[in-house]
């Protein structure tokens, strides 16, 4: 992405903000009373108030910087979702087991990070494209590889492994790992009132999550 800056927003504010992910449902009251639903979106979109996290003013003016920085809208970043941020639940640390994120064909050496939500035919596949660098743990059927038998680009989420380490033909590729969301503001102006804020009046700073 070349409209991309590979910096996280400050995790003191984002982990105060609220938010998380949402879809557009078309929904037709036929004459009947009954619903034809449709989903307009083939994947979720992620959205945020970074404002509920700005407690201080030295809060708000990195905030301020921030902004300024990607131009407002103008350049993506990375955000630290407090709740889904991880291969793995919460309270757990990530293992090269969480998730499946192919099967081998003795051919195939570059595997995309996915998370799955949910399970069976109605579960949800979530594309990971923002890995934290470090993090990530790659195994095959459940054997977990040496960091020097693959490689993952944080800026895209693609495994690749060395050629000695190819998935042969059945292998399950599992991978764990951290990850942000890759955002932008949502927003060209920022407003701040300093004696509201004072107050207790909280600024709005909307983030939107930028869909691969």
Same mark, same amino acid.
């Given at each position: ?102 099967? &081998? ?28 660098? &470090? ?78």
């Amino acid at each position: 992405m070349p409209d991309f800056h590979e910096v996280r927003f400050p995790l003191d504010v984002a982990r105060g903000a609220r938010g998380g992910p949402e879809r557009q449902t078309q929904i037709v009251t036929l004459a009947s009373g009954r619903e034809v639903r449709n989903s307009r979106w083939a994947h979720s979109r992620r959205r945020y108030d970074a404002g509920l996290g700005i407690r201080t003013l030295d809060a708000l003016a990195a905030v301020v910087s921030f902004f300024e920085e990607r131009r407002g809208r103008l350049y993506g970043f990375r955000w630290r979702d407090p709740l889904d941020w991880k291969s793995c639940p919460p309270s757990q640390e990530p293992a090269a087991t969480d998730q499946v994120i192919g099967t &081998g064909d003795g051919v195939a050496s570059v595997f995309q990070l996915s998370k799955l939500y949910g399970s069976g035919p109605s579960a949800y596949s979530r594309e990971i494209t923002k890995p934290c660098e &470090g993090t990530v743990k790659v195994a095959l059927d459940s054997i977990a590889l040496a960091p020097e038998d693959f490689s993952c680009d944080p800026a895209t989420g693609e495994v690749s492994f060395a050629p000695g380490a190819i998935p042969p033909a059945d292998a399950v590729v599992t991978a764990g790992f951290a990850f942000d969301v890759p955002v932008r503001f949502d927003t060209d102006a920022i407003e701040v009132d300093l004696s509201a804020f004072a107050a207790g009046e909280i600024p709005r700073v909307p983030v939107v999550e930028i869909v691969p």
